[in-house]
T-cell receptor, first 106, second 111 residues
Framework: DAKTTQPPSMDCAEGRAANLPCNHS???????VYWYRQIHSQGPQYIIH???NNETNEMASLIITEDRKSSTLILPHATLRDTAVYYC???????FGKGTRLHILP | EPEVTQTPSHQVTQMGQEVILRCVPI?????FYWYRQILGQKVEFLVS????????KSEIFDDQFSVERPDGSNFTLKIRSTKLEDSAMYFC?????????FGQGTRLTVV
């Protein structure tokens, strides 16, 4: 049980920001939110994680709502290579759900 | 950049045979994991390993499976008496504490 809810698929135009939502309404106070992605059949790749504050790294930004019940992963300038399945995981046990299949359109 | 390496990249085995999938985690990592992904399906957790013992395992990880860290660098997954439904990609991962790093997987085909 991944304990998060994500849309099954999304499209985004190349060069635009991709905003991927995740609902984790039952998250507890000390559980982090992690994002991973899987490009085709490669091994999953860590993207970013956060607890309360918004986070940014070289790959993405993570916006967590004040009540921590949801978050949004932002890929600021999506490229074709960002086409992948994106997984939102609410603790460090790394249990994958079905994720969001993101298609970047040329 | 350090990486998790898995060997072989592809293994074909006959039903009923034993297979050992090998992983070399990142050297200073303490937590190790195995996952599998049946073609077209999601990545499924099998087992986590810490301090030389299994810390968690899923329902999939039954008596057919075992893990071992034989020499302080390798981390292996053994599947005894393979079945056709064991055909999948098997991913190893390691972490220091937070994010996990995954290998590129071993594609196991049971015929």
């Amino acid at each position: 049980d991944a304990k998060t809810t994500q849309p099954p698929s999304m499209d985004c135009a190349e060069g635009r920001a991709a905003n991927l939502p995740c609902n984790h309404s039952t998250i507890s106070g000390n559980e982090y939110v992690y994002w991973y992605r899987q490009i085709h059949s490669q091994g999953p790749q860590y993207i970013i994680h956060g607890l309360k504050n918004n986070e940014t790294n070289e790959m993405a930004s993570l916006i967590i709502t004040e009540d921590r019940k949801s978050s949004t992963l932002i890929l600021p300038h999506a490229t074709l290579r960002d086409t992948a399945v994106y997984y939102c995981i609410r603790d460090d046990k790394i249990i994958f759900g079905k994720g969001t299949r993101l298609h970047i359109l040329p | 950049e350090p990486e998790v390496t898995q060997t072989p990249s592809h293994q074909v085995t006959q039903m009923g045979q034993e297979v050992i999938l090998r992983c070399v985690p990142i050297s200073n990592h303490l937590y190790f994991y195995w996952y599998r992904q049946i073609l077209g399906q999601k990545v499924e957790f099998l087992v986590s390993f810490y301090n030389n013992e299994i810390s968690e395992k899923s329902e999939i990880f039954d008596d057919q499976f075992s893990v071992e860290r034989p020499d302080g660098s390798n981390f292996t997954l053994k599947i005894r008496s393979t079945k056709l439904e064991d055909s999948a990609m098997y991913f190893c991962a390691s972490s220091e504490n937070t994010q996990a790093f995954f290998g590129q997987g071993t594609r196991l085909t049971v015929v």
